[in-house]
């Protein structure tokens, strides 16, 4: 494994190494995590596309020419720069989202991946994903962001339908994702996610369901479903304005979505968040570290980020957005090292919301001692074992609330963005009765 300070070519050829034992079933040394105040995730955004994607508003860009060097060279210096204000000693997992990060250049990924391992520890078994289309991913190159550190492949497939491809403005074929999907899974076993959408214009339950399990005959062991939302400011959402498009129909959504988890569960598949499904315990290492509140580092254009800057000197975690724009945001990295936009402390109580939102998202939920991480003094009985309103959510078995903690059912998963409510509102509630905390900060 690589240690700080180790040249980062040093940690790529570690991160091979472990990923061939990894392929052949010895794991290595046993872990010795950090406090998880000096804990986190590391997100980076690379904010180019080829085009833009007609249901897309993410903070994209589609340049004539990018200079790549200078990117890259931000990057790094933003990575180290954000490492060193958080205090953070142990990075467990780095995501490489955007935009279309797999047209970066491997060697991008490598120089980040290097500069991580020189200012912290990066395990060399880490997990490492970099999210990529198929028509920017041919066999090749997918080969040299293995080598290049990447582990795990998150493939923005979509659909298997070629109409409902180019309605969305995607640049591949159903046949371009199949391959790439196949290439990506000789090259990644058991380490590569497909993206497929619901709730499309016109899109019918029976269709969608046979493309579905068309998926889960030549797909890994991660999936993620994902509706439709009409963007204000895209093309499809002013073709639906104007009438060129009908308007999704939810209650399709709805049943494409109940449906497609049933068929997805009968596969195999554990639904362990709303939205994403693991078998052979496929979990997304870094998605986990988000909806359990872990923090996490945000470097790139309009990337976010949730840490305490113990660095800095701080003891109260902060939410961080860094500059939108590249050109802007390069400017500021080269003058600051890094181009964080703004950054708000977060309150106990924002925090808890946070924590009960996120934590509800997956099917362990909130764990009594996770609770305890973040509030020492009510516990989740006291928050809600005595309201009315959730004894009603509890009574009709959307919501479960014992020894282990406090979680949705499988049928409370699918309708959690009602239940939250009710549940943000009793949490407000306790908060403004629980008496003083005798010391500052709580």
Known sequence: MALPGVRARGWVRAANVAQRRRLSGDTGGSRSPAPGSQRAALYVHWPYCEKRCSYCNFNKYIPRG????????????????LLRLSGVRRVESVFFGGGTPSLASPSTVAAVLEAVAQKTHLPADSEVTLEAN?????????????????????????????????????????????????????????RVSVDLMLGLPAQQVAPWLRRLRELLRLCDDHVSLYQLTLERGTALFAQVQRGALPAPDPELAAEMYQEGRTVLREAGFRQYEVSNFARNGALSTHNWTYWQCGQYLGVGPGAHGRFI?????????????????????????????????????????ELLEEVLAMGLRTDVGITHQHWQQFEHQLTLWDVFGASKEVKVLLE???????????????????????????????????????????VPGG
């Open 134 to 190: 198929p028509t920017s991913a041919p066999g090749s190159r997918l080969a040299a962001f293995r080598a290049a550190g990447v582990n795990r492949l998150s493939i923005g497939l979509q659909s298997l339908d070629d109409a409902e491809l180019q309605l969305l403005g995607r640049t591949h074929s159903a046949s371009e994702a199949l391959r790439t999907l196949a290439e990506a899974r000789r090259l990644f076993p058991g």
């Open 66 to 81: 990018v200079e790549e060097a200078a990117m890259r060279r931000c990057l790094v210096t933003e990575a180290q720069t």
């Open 309 to 349: 800057p113990q660095g800095a000197g701080g003891h109260t975690r902060e939410a961080r957005i860094q500059t939108l724009e590249p050109d802007n945001w390069m400017k500021e990295v080269m003058l600051f090292g890094h181009g964080t936009r703004r950054h708000i402390r977060l309150g106990e109580l």
């Open 396 to 438: 009709q078995s959307l919501l479960l609330l014992d020894h282990r903690g406090l979680r949705c059912s499988w049928e409370g998963l699918a309708v959690l963005d009602s239940l939250l409510p009710t549940l943000l509102s009793r949490l407000q509630e306790a908060w403004q009765q629980r008496p003083s905390s005798p």
